[in-house]
């Protein structure tokens, strides 16, 4: 006997393509969070290095204004150098916060992916559930079809017995 053919397979397979392709955008979506990530880590350090380089200079400066190295017309310069070495921290802790921005956007794209492919899994996921009922009922009709194939078929034999 021919095995039933489901009518809706081409809904099931658009419902495995729409999970395949929820399944990439989240990965896709997730190697940009991670990007974002790695960015602001690498923010971070440089951060760390601006501030030890003015803390450094800073140090350096106080050294040579004991040692009289440093003269005092030349003060008004250094804390004119070390102010801008401050706001150019400044500025990059403002860069910093537009990261962490960019950072909170792919999280939420992150977890919009998620959502659609819980929903694309559980389309599929019901549509298999359809497909296997479907087939047990078609295998079931198919064998009481058999069934009362054999039946009719042995009544036949056994009528054409008794005739004789």
Known sequence: MAKPTYRLQVLLDMKEKAE?????????????????????EAMKVE?????????????????KVRSRQLKPQQMPQVDQFLRKLGEEESAF????????RRIQAAEAVVEQA??????AAKEKKAMEKHKESFMK??????????????????????MSGRNR
């Open 93 to 100: 802790q403002e860069t910093m916060k537009d990261q962490e």
């Open 137 to 158: 009922q078609a295998l079931k009709e198919m064998a009481d079809k058999e069934a009362d194939a054999q039946d009719e078929l042995g009544q036949m034999i056994f």
């Open 20 to 40: 395949d392709q929820a399944k990439e955008e989240l990965a896709t979506a997730q190697r940009n969070l991670n990007d974002e990530i790695k960015r602001l």
């Open 114 to 119: 998620k959502e659609k492919l819980v929903e």
């Open 47 to 63: 951060l760390k290095r601006m501030q030890d380089h003015r803390t450094a200079k800073r140090a350096e400066y106080d050294m």
